[in-house]
């Protein structure tokens, strides 16, 4: 099956820090997704971008399909965006999703 | 639109005991897909289920099995329950196979 790695596995910055993560995936994909993990476990809707770019706020991401990488981009970082951020990726069944092991986002006032 | 449901949040379960968790899609989604995390698996796919039938499977024992209603509301049972159970269980729904979107999770703890 499909393999998904993401870095770094921890972060650590100060408030209005900016910080990129990044996935690597080992198979063509027809769903990446990004998730938030809220501090009770539910999975957040950040991007659905199985290839280009896309912008939500202070919040992008681009994924490089042909690369097989996808990187996600939190500027202007706040105590709010601490969690843990997953990235998930469906190949030819595209409603089986694998998860990376996620980045834990520590965000220091 | 009212996000995905699951019930209950939190459980408490003996050995041996089953379980079922419960999954209401958001109106429109017909897939409906389970997921567990613990933290030393991280977070794995469990099933698949669209228009009743299911679609798509993890590498779980038989004692993880599921259903879904002609509503697309989904449910899934856990028998004979082991410590190594213990879990987050999350629901997502879909409307094309593609994106997801979760539920809030049931909370599973076996003593």
């Known amino acids: 099956g499909i393999q998904v790695e993401q870095s770094p596995p921890d972060l650590i910055l100060q408030e209005g820090a900016n910080s990129t993560l990044r996935c690597n995936f080992s198979d063509s994909v027809n769903n990446l997704q990004w998730f938030h993990q809220n501090p009770w476990g539910q999975l957040i809707n950040l991007f659905y971008i199985p ?36 990235c998930a990726v469906g ?17 220091n006032p | 639109k009212a996000g995905v449901t699951q019930t209950p949040r939190y459980l408490i379960k003996t050995r041996g005991q089953q379980v079922t968790l419960s999954c209401s899609p958001i109106s429109g989604h017909r897939s409906v897909s389970w997921y567990q995390q613990t933290p030393g698996q991280g977070l794995q796919f469990l099933f698949e289920y669209f228009s009743e039938t299911q679609r798509n499977k993890g590498n779980f ?13 989904s449910e899934m049972n856990v028998s004979t329950l082991e410590l190594g159970d213990s879990a987050l269980y999350l629901c997502a729904s879909s409307f094309s196979t593609y994106e997801q979107y979760f539920g809030p999770g049931t909370r599973l703890t076996v003593t």
């Open chain 1, 91 to 107: 190949g030819t069944s595209g409603s089986r999703l694998t998860f990376g092991e996620g980045t834990q986002l520590t965000v």
């Open chain 2, 61 to 73: 024992p038989g004692r993880f099995s599921g259903r879904q209603f002609s509503n697309s509301r």
């Open chain 1, 51 to 86: 290839s280009g770019t896309k912008q939500n706020g202070r919040l992008s991401a681009t994924t490089v399909a042909t690369e097989r990488y996808s990187l996600l981009y939190i500027s202007s970082s706040q105590t709010t965006d601490s969690g843990v951020y997953f």
